[in-house]
């Protein structure tokens, strides 16, 4: 699967995507789920943070200089005891960041909603054999 820009929760995050772009995305989401059921599978735990939207293009042509140009570098930060004690030799020293590669909801276009991914299988099942 390609990467993925985020999900809807964290894009909506106390914003609202514009009505069409709403509307497509409900529409892109019936469509996912609808083919989900064709296949005889029912997700089981759809929200806001199981929808995924693709990220415009791939990462695959971009160097990791032009990588850290488009979505800054890196954020390392120091693992430290809440105690003050020297930390244990099988815990790293430093740990990176997740990079957040999407964007806000009122930022969104109709294309971005054509990428819509549904996500998060975990509790999927299936009705005629379970």
Known sequence: M???QGNLREASFRRLFPVQVARALAAQ???AVSLVHSQGIVHGDIHSGSILVKLD??????SVDQ???EYGKP???PIRRVDGQPLPPNVPSHAVMPLYL?????DFTLDDARGLVLSDFGEAFAPGTE
């Open 2 to 4: 390609t990467p993925a």
């Open 29 to 31: 989401l019936a469509i």
């Open 57 to 62: 293009s791939t990462l695959d042509h971009l």
């Open 67 to 69: 990588f850290r140009e």
């Open 75 to 77: 954020e390392i930060v």
């Open 102 to 106: 999407g964007k806000k909801a009122q």
